[in-house]
């Protein structure tokens, strides 16, 4: 079975600076990997996902995600923050039970 | 705006009211969820539903019963519910459930924005 783990409940950047959000997965197997942002009282937006395509993934918003197997990491950057990126953060994986499950979530604050 | 719709979008219930919610998407996919957010948590699954058939139950309380009349909806049946039952319930749809896909990454969840719920 896979798993998440994020390893920041918050993270606080000024505005126009970069964002780095963690996620380290737990595999056995090809893992199936998803970042995902919930703004308030708003559900799920997919950000980007893991194909074996390519270890760099573009998504939207600027934001980027490399696939490292050797680190079992999966994490989420941007090279310029801005004040809508402020929301949390959910790293996912697809766990032997068909369904996908979330990390912890990563609060990010922007700072102006 | 998000492809999967759900109503109502706010809903207070005392504990012996019935009420339903409703999810509803047009995208043709096969794989419906329900997940249950409580304040600052992560989602986590309730139900799972693959081609109208109830897939994943995971040890739900009997007082939510979900259904899928068909491709296109899936409601979540509310009875007796409890205060600490209060949360924001998401529904989502899949292309299929992901160990039919056979690839990593094409299976994404489509969420939609929620029903907030608070039990009084």
């Known amino acids: 079975a896979q798993s998440v783990t994020q390893l920041d409940s918050h993270v606080s950047v000024s505005e126009g600076t970069p964002v780095l959000l963690r996620c380290n997965y737990s595999s056995s197997y090809s893992p199936s990997l998803f970042w995902y942002v919930q703004h308030p009282n708003k559900g799920l937006q997919l950000l980007l996902k893991?194909?074996?395509?390519?270890?760099l993934v573009k998504g939207i918003n600027g934001f980027e995600a490399e696939f490292k197997k050797s680190e079992t990491s999966f994490h989420l950057t941007k090279p310029s923050a801005h004040m809508s990126d402020a929301a949390e953060y959910f790293c996912a994986s697809y766990t032997g039970r068909r369904a996908l499950t979330f990390g912890s979530g990563t609060r990010l604050q922007v700072q102006p | 705006d998000t492809e999967v719709t759900q109503t109502p979008k706010h809903l207070v219930m005392g504990m012996t009211n019935k009420k339903s919610l409703k999810c509803e998407q047009h995208?043709?996919?096969?794989?419906m969820y329900w997940y249950k957010q409580k304040a600052k948590k992560p989602p986590e699954l309730m139900f799972v539903y693959s081609y109208e058939k109830l897939s994943i139950n995971e040890s739900v309380p009997s007082r939510f019963s979900p259904e899928c009349p068909n491709s296109s909806l899936l409601n979540l049946h509310l009875h007796a519910l409890q205060p600490e039952d209060s949360a924001l319930y998401l529904c989502?749809?899949?292309?299929?459930?992901?160990?039919?896909?056979?690839?990593?990454?094409?299976?994404?969840?489509?969420f939609g924005n929620g029903t907030r719920l608070t039990v009084t």
């Open positions: 995208m043709g996919h096969r794989a």
């Open positions: 893991y194909t074996s395509a390519a270890t």
């Open positions: 989502a749809s899949s292309q299929d459930l992901w160990d039919r896909v056979h690839m990593e990454g094409n299976s994404p969840l489509h």
